[in-house]
C-alpha cells in the first residue's frame, strides 16, 4: 500500500491550525466519510496516518436520515 505524500505533508500545518501543538502524542484523528467513499482511498488515508505517527484513527459513517 503506497501512502497519499501530499496528506502526509499537509498534516503538521492541519493539526497546528486546529491548534494542537507539535509533537502531541496521541491525537485523535476521525475519518467522514459515506458509502461513496472508495475503499482502496479509504486505505491509503489511514496508510498515510499510521506512517505520519497519527495511530489513532476512527471512522465517523454518515447515515441517510
Known sequence: D???PSLAERLPAAL???GVPAGVKG???TIQGDRNIE????RKVMFTLSQSG???VSLAVLRKA
Open 2 to 4: 503506497a501512502g497519499i
Open 16 to 18: 497546528q491550525a486546529a
Open 27 to 29: 491525537t485523535i484523528v
Open 39 to 42: 475503499y482502496g482511498l479509504l
Open 54 to 56: 497519527y495511530d489513532n
